[in-house]
């Protein structure tokens, strides 16, 4: 599947930000996706996920309560709409699915 991310920016903390993902593959509304981020100097780490259905989620443990991922099947679309933003959650963004990743977007969080 083909991933395109976007909707990241520059932040001060405490504001909010939605990224999106574009998927491109016939059988999209039967994937598990996923937004994985990684920040400088580290290791590309997992942020949420959620069901082909969109009946479940999960969250990275520092993100719960403050990040909603959610998802459009008609539409191809996964969203993350990130509220309560800390300087600890920039990094760069990514969408995955089915082993594949996007290009990424940027979020930047200044204190």
């Known amino acids: 599947v083909q991933l395109q991310a976007s909707g990241g920016g520059l932040v001060q903390a405490g504001g909010s930000l939605k990224l999106f993902c574009s998927a491109y593959?016939?059988?999209?509304?039967?994937?598990?996706m996923g937004w994985f981020r990684q920040a400088p100097g580290k290791e590309r780490e997992f942020v949420a996920t959620i069901s082909w259905l969109g009946d479940r989620d999960y969250y990275l443990d520092s993100v719960k309560g403050r990040f909603t991922i959610s998802r459009d099947n008609a539409k191809s679309m996964v969203y993350l709409q990130m509220n309560n933003l800390r300087p600890e959650d920039t990094a760069v963004y990514y969408c995955h699915s089915q082993g594949d990743w996007g290009q990424g977007t940027q979020v930047t969080v200044s204190s």
């Open positions: 593959g016939r059988s999209f509304s039967t994937y598990v």
